[in-house]
């Protein structure tokens, strides 16, 4: 704030301005001995002191440029070279050139008369504070205009073209500027009082509502203030509080039953150091004597690069803890659950394989060639045999779909032809029965779990070997192709029955049959085997078909892991 | 008594894969002398007593073993098989129902010299049925 200012356009850019309560004119001053009571008209031609910028040096320069202007930079340099008669007169405020000539003990200056030109003084402000300009616009309206007048004679007086001396004008111009500093210091601190009142409800508000028990601390460690939440938290009261040290109050004993020393505590290393402490997980005791899980922050209050106390934030966590026991229990049960049912279908699956096995193999001991069963008997032998056999298929389908998950075996770098050559061993007999081919060259390595990879080829020949076209020996072309992010893809494509494409997810679901064809009754679970086999490896296994033209199986793997 | 037969020591707990088994072997017409073990207790003792009497017997022990079997698990009785006999004295044919590839590779640290699966249907029947008869047969021979 600005105790006395004219409004000029550059101060009008960044202030805002009372209604001026009191007017100046400016004045010309010369030397004593002058004596003629002076106008402007009559300085034609003589040499005037004005002061650099300010509102007059404007006013002449533009107004009477018959003038000669000695432009100075302050007054006290203006009345300088008056007084030592090196310009003829200075054009300078009453107010402001009674104090300069009272200060600087210029004797030999008196005011000759009046420049025409007039100082409005207003309080001006800074104009992000438009509230205060209006507070003093309403101190300034107090002053009444005929307080006014009389605040002007009494402090300034009008002896201007009479023999008035300056020493007369100093102590009612000094009183008037203090009586404006007084002012404005009064508007201000209300303004003030205002403002802080406002944050201090701001801040209780916004501690009073917070879920986080807040306190502060002094550099003793001892409690300054708490809010709310801190209070429920831990059963204390504002008062039971304060003065308290803080760390013997709450903070006593460690979880672990041991006594927890203040220097150990990273609350008040906060007051020691200067520096932040979060700590995830401790325990704040209770009035009762209870305690419970915390998380907080312990942060200095600086001043002056000093940590002169602490503000400690902080958090009930059992809802987070026993969350997360609970979490832990789920994943556990979970997890046995998953194990039981895995080994449930393993044991049952191979309990359930002997007594199959025993149904097939005693058909054949019945039929063994010789013809002393009658034909019907043998037709219903066959079928016995077919359904013990999709039987156990299908055992063999759950046993290995449920243990695929528990073979944790390393993964390792696996050659693709020496798998296709492998399992090729394996089918050997399937494939010689329908003369089938597979054609495979030149396949890359890739990085995976052996069993399993042969597992998924072995799946997915025996599949086409199965939907063979009927009179068409089953061709499987093998083939790959490297993409430029790195993933690498396979594709296994056969000359078979094929299927609708509409169907080409929903031939991995498990148990999912799109032929009726009795014969050609598996498992079940080979393709379903083949996708998490392939989702295990982060890859994918897509089909694509078509019917009579065969089925396209691609096998992209994500991860290609070179020279390991 | 037969110089050159074996001895065939059937370990198996079901009777039924034993009925299954033993008629495979009469079809075999060869010169076998059968026992049948339900686990690992009884080869124990079949052991300790086969070890008093090892000067007269020149049979040739030739064990046919499930992998599954009560009391002892037919992988540890590979060892103690092979732990109570010579090489020369003892022949492990493991048979399992499963072809587990974990077992196959523990029956063969553990000393098995041969391995079948068990068979089903005709046409595992009939493999199985080869199989078995030439190694026997080939036993014989060395014996």
Redesign the interface.
């Given at each position: 704030m600005w105790g006395a200012a004219t409004p000029t356009p550059q101060r009008l850019e960044y202030m805002l301005f009372t209604q001026p309560f009191i007017e100046l004119p400016a004045v010309i001053i010369v030397r004593n001995k002058t004596q003629a009571t002076l106008s402007l008209k009559e300085l034609k031609g003589l040499k005037i002191a004005v002061i650099s910028g300010y509102g007059i040096h404007d006013y002449l320069s533009l107004n009477h440029p018959e003038i000669k202007l000695d432009v100075v930079s302050d007054i006290s340099t203006g009345l300088k070279k008056v007084s030592f008669g090196m310009v003829d007169a200075m054009i300078a405020n009453i107010a402001l050139a009674t104090h300069y000539i009272e200060k600087d003990g210029i004797s030999n200056l008196r005011v000759a008369g009046k420049s025409g030109y007039i100082y409005k003084w207003g309080l001006a402000s800074r104009n992000d504070w438009p509230e205060l300009n209006k507070i003093l616009q309403k101190g300034v309206d107090l002053i009444d205009e005929r307080e006014k007048n009389e605040i002007y004679r009494k402090w300034v007086g009008l002896k201007i073209a009479s023999s008035l001396t300056f020493k007369d004008f100093v102590l009612p111009v000094l009183s008037l500027l203090s009586l404006f500093a007084v002012i404005a210091i009064i508007i201000s601190n209300r303004v003030l009082k205002k403002q802080v009142k406002k944050r201090t409800r701001d801040l209780q508000m916004i501690l009073n509502s917070v879920g986080e028990g807040i306190f502060g601390l002094d550099l003793k460690g001892q409690t300054t203030f708490s809010n709310p939440a801190a209070q429920k938290m831990l059963g204390y009261s504002l008062e039971e509080m304060s003065g308290q040290n803080q760390h013997s109050l709450i903070h006593h004993t460690k979880s672990n039953g041991e006594p927890y020393p203040n220097q150990e505590c990273p609350i008040y290393l906060a007051l020691r150091d200067g520096k932040t402490h979060h700590v995830a997980e401790e325990i704040f005791w209770r009035k009762d004597g209870t305690s419970f899980p915390v998380e907080y922050v312990s942060t200095p209050i600086i001043e002056d690069k000093l940590p002169v106390g602490a503000v400690v934030t902080f958090r009930d966590i059992s809802k987070r803890k026993n969350d997360e026991i609970l979490l832990k229990q789920y994943s556990n049960s979970l997890e046995r659950s998953n194990r039981e049912l895995s080994s449930f279908a393993s044991i049952t699956s191979?309990d359930l394989?002997?007594p199959i096995?025993?149904i097939?193999?005693?058909c054949?001991?019945i039929d063994d060639g010789e013809s002393r069963l009658s034909d019907q008997a043998k037709k219903y032998l066959s079928k016995i045999?077919l359904a013990?056999?999709h039987a156990?298929d299908l055992v063999?389908g759950i046993?290995s779909y449920s243990q695929l998950g528990e073979d944790t075996a390393p993964y390792k770098k696996i050659d693709l032809n020496k798998t296709i050559l492998k399992v090729k061993e394996y089918l050997e007999?399937e494939i010689r029965e329908v003369k089938g081919k597979i054609e495979f060259n030149n396949l890359p390595s890739i990085f995976g779990n052996e069993?399993q990879i042969e597992q998924l080829f072995e799946n997915l020949i025996s599949n086409s070997l199965k939907y063979k076209k009927e009179g068409v020996a089953p061709i499987i072309k093998i083939t790959h192709s490297e993409k430029s992010e790195g993933n690498l893809q396979l594709f296994v494509k056969d000359n078979g029955i094929g299927f609708k494409n509409i169907y080409a997810e929903k031939i991995f679901d498990p148990f999912q049959r799109l032929d009726g064809d009795i014969s050609k009754i598996g498992s079940g679970l080979g393709l379903s085997i083949c996708k998490k086999i392939m989702l295990a490896h982060e890859g994918d296994l897509t089909a694509d078909g078509e019917i009579g033209q065969g089925a396209e199986f691609t096998l992209t793997f994500k991860k290609m892991i070179e020279n390991e | 008594m037969n110089r050159n037969g074996l001895n065939l020591v059937i370990v198996d707990d079901?009777q039924?894969?034993y009925e299954?088994l033993s008629?495979m072997l009469e079809g075999f017409d060869l010169p076998l002398k059968t026992i049948w073990l339900k686990d690992g207790e009884e080869v124990i003792d079949y052991l300790e007593k086969m070890a008093s009497f090892r000067d007269q017997n020149s049979y040739k022990n030739v064990f046919i073993m499930d992998i599954?079997l009560p009391k002892v698990n037919g992988l540890e009785l590979i060892k103690i098989i092979k732990n109570h006999c010579n090489a020369k004295e003892s022949f492990v044919i493991m048979l399992s129902?499963?072809m587990s590839?974990s077992d196959l590779e523990t029956a063969e640290k553990n000393g098995s010299d041969y391995f079948l699966k068990?068979?089903?249907?005709?046409?595992e029947?009939d493999e199985f049925s080869n199989s078995l008869f030439s190694k026997l047969s080939s036993l014989i021979e060395v014996s």
């Open positions: 191979h394989k002997t096995r025993k097939a193999n005693f054949v001991y045999d013990a056999t156990a063999d046993l007999v069993l | 079901d039924h894969d299954f008629r599954n129902g499963s590839k068990k068979p089903f249907g005709k046409r029947i």
